[in-house]
């Protein structure tokens, strides 16, 4: 797999809300900025760095009990 399907794969496993899918997605798979990402969804800068943590926190649990 290539590294943005396994990027994919990952996000979609850990993260239930649709909301943290999207600004992950579009942040690590899509490669846009925070301000973009921020105009498109309507969210301030610190809504998405929140989120994000929120998503990051996840994936690393997915990732502690696949190793």
Do not use: F
Request: aromatic content about 6%.
């Amino acid at each position: 797999l290539t590294e943005q399907m396994k990027w994919l794969e990952i996000i979609s496993r850990a993260i239930d809300d649709k909301r943290v899918r999207q600004i992950m997605r579009k942040r690590y798979i899509e490669g846009k900025s925070w301000r973009a990402i921020g105009a498109e969804m309507s969210y301030s800068p610190r809504q998405l760095l929140r989120l994000n943590r929120q998503g990051m926190r996840k994936i690393d649990v997915v990732a502690s009990m696949s190793a």
